[in-house]
């Protein structure tokens, strides 16, 4: 059973469109997150949710726009889709914002493609 | 500013070898650090989480270590294998709130 699970896993279309990914945890977890990963690999933080509210905007552009419909998912909607926008983005939840034991739990990502 | 810096980045060794992978964080005020393992095209694993009042944490074939004072942590792999070719990630809370910091990963080979 997938903790952390996200869809869809590859998602390839032209420049300009909307898109969505969805992201779903079974955990009970409290804490939400978005990470992108560019094509160096290196991970950056671009949304964090606690409880369904924002609480860290990582000066991501507002073309990305998170939605939590409950604790249990975050996704991820994307206007206006840029080249630079291809990424592997990835979901991931925590049982708090901090502290101690704040283990982090990953989904298996989304391959995006702007073509 | 939390910078998290992985040395080496790559690492390509004979199967049986005993490995230290090494990750250097610039602010000490950190509650835990995580090391996670990400197989190519595939999502990140969580292999161990290291709390900040801990010297060290092990699992299995792997053990890792965490100077707080020195902004150093390492994870050791024993006996490597094959399928422990991956990228290892190392990452901190800054402050201990909201969000990861990770350093660049190290690429490791095991050729059998």
Same mark, same amino acid.
């Given at each position: 059973d997938t903790a952390v699970s996200q869809t869809p896993k590859y998602l390839v279309t032209q420049m300009g469109n909307d898109k969505s990914i969805k992201c779903e945890q079974n !955990?009970?977890?409290?804490t939400m997150y978005w990470y992108k990963q560019d094509s160096k690999k290196f991970l950056k933080i671009m949304f964090s949710y606690n409880n369904k509210e924002?609480?860290?905007?990582?000066?991501?552009?507002? /073309?990305f726009s998170p939605k939590s419909p409950d604790k249990a998912h975050l996704n991820l909607h994307i206007n206006s889709l840029e080249l630079g926008d291809s990424a592997v983005y990835f979901c991931a939840s925590s049982? /708090?914002?901090?502290? !101690?034991?704040t283990e982090a739990f990953f989904g298996q990502g989304t391959r995006l493609t702007v073509v | 500013k939390q910078e998290v810096t992985q040395i080496p980045a790559a690492l390509s060794v004979p199967e049986g070898e005993n490995l230290v992978l090494n990750c250097s964080f610039?602010?000490?005020?950190?509650y835990n650090l995580q090391w996670f393992r990400q197989d190519p095209g595939k999502g990140l694993t969580s292999l161990l989480l290291i709390q900040s009042s801990q010297r060290e944490q092990t699992s299995g074939r792997l053990n890792a270590s965490l100077d707080k004072s020195s902004g150093r942590s390492t994870l050791y792999i024993a006996a490597s294998q094959p399928g422990d070719s991956a990228t290892y990630l190392c990452a901190v809370p800054p402050g201990g709130y909201n969000k990861l910091i990770f350093g660049a990963g190290t690429r490791l080979a095991v050729h059998p």
């Open positions: !955990l009970g977890h409290d924002l609480i860290i905007n990582e000066t991501v552009p507002n /073309r049982p /708090r914002t901090g502290g !101690l034991n | 610039t602010d000490s005020a950190i």
